[in-house]
């Protein structure tokens, strides 16, 4: 019991002793600016900011970064000592951001980053052999796909057997399409949907997808709205309705029979 206290006793010690900096080594500011002098030029380097404490004996000064493109930047260089020693050794420099730091905008992969406008005539976007949304056409009903499946033995079957297409959706790529679309422009939330006067399910500018999306999606064939040639669910909408019609009383009403003018200029003449 008695060991635990102590042990407990020295964590406490030591998390103390690294909350405040060490007397030594906060005061080196001369030795931290001179080391930073060393490798960056004066004039990128601007006033003293501080210290803080980083561990026992490990404390880290801060510069204003006066680097053209990079405000709100500081220069850090940390410094340590031996233990008893009243020497300060520098341990790194770099150059970090602060709170109001200009950042570069957090790094996406190329696949991420792409979108459908972003391929122009000529441009090729390879898919994976693995790709999860992909299948062989020949396992596209099937529940489970074993992930290390030999492709180049789908492509000799394919050959051979003449399967069609090499692979298919996958469960997972109908359900990230489904998604997609749903959420997209053409799902049931868009702003034009909600003001719509019925739903494509009813309308008969609709042309319904075969296998499992067949049941939700369709492809608009209305040359005149705005979903024409693009896959929308049945539960969104547009004014272009097909049976969006005016009734009756609200039709424009049929012209009279016109009135034709018999008198001439002879006619005129004779008044």
């Known amino acids: 019991m008695r060991g635990r206290q102590a042990v407990g006793d020295n964590a406490r010690m030591a998390t103390t002793r690294s909350s405040k900096p060490d007397t030594v080594l906060a005061e080196a500011v001369d030795t931290a600016r001179t080391a930073l002098l060393e490798v960056v030029d004066a004039l990128e380097v ?3 900011e501080g210290a803080r404490a980083e561990g026992e004996r490990l404390v880290t000064h801060g510069f204003a970064a006066t680097r053209p493109g990079y405000r709100g930047w500081r220069w850090s260089v940390t410094l340590t000592r031996a233990s008893r020693s009243k020497l300060a050794t520098v341990n790194e420099i ?8 200009v950042l570069a905008p957090e790094w996406l992969p190329w696949r991420d980053r792409i979108r459908p406008d972003d391929l122009g005539p000529g441009d090729l976007l390879l898919t994976d052999q693995d790709d999860a949304r992909l299948v062989p056409g020949w396992l596209a009903n099937e529940p489970d ?11 000799e079957l394919k050959t051979e057997l003449d399967l069609g297409r ?25 702003p034009v949907a909600r003001s719509a006067p019925a739903t494509c399910a ?5 042309v319904r997808l075969t296998g499992p999306l067949g049941t939700v999606f369709g492809v608009c064939a209305n040359a005149s ?3 024409d040639g693009r896959v929308v669910s049945f539960d969104h909408g547009c004014g272009a309705h097909s049976e969006a019609q005016l009734a009756k009383t609200s039709q424009p009403q049929p012209l009279p029979e016109p009135a034709f003018d018999t008198i001439g200029y002879d006619d005129i003449e004779r008044f």
């Open 202 to 206: 009813t309308c008969g500018f609709v």
């Open 225 to 227: 709205a705005p979903d």
């Open 145 to 155: 796909i074993d992930p290390g499946l030999d492709l180049d033995i789908v492509h």
């Open 94 to 101: 770099v150059l970090l951001p602060g709170a109001d730091a």
């Open 166 to 190: 090499p692979r298919v959706l996958s469960a997972e790529g109908r359900e990230e399409a489904a998604e997609r679309w749903l959420t997209g422009s053409h799902g049931p939330d868009a």
């Open 46 to 48: 601007g006033e003293h």
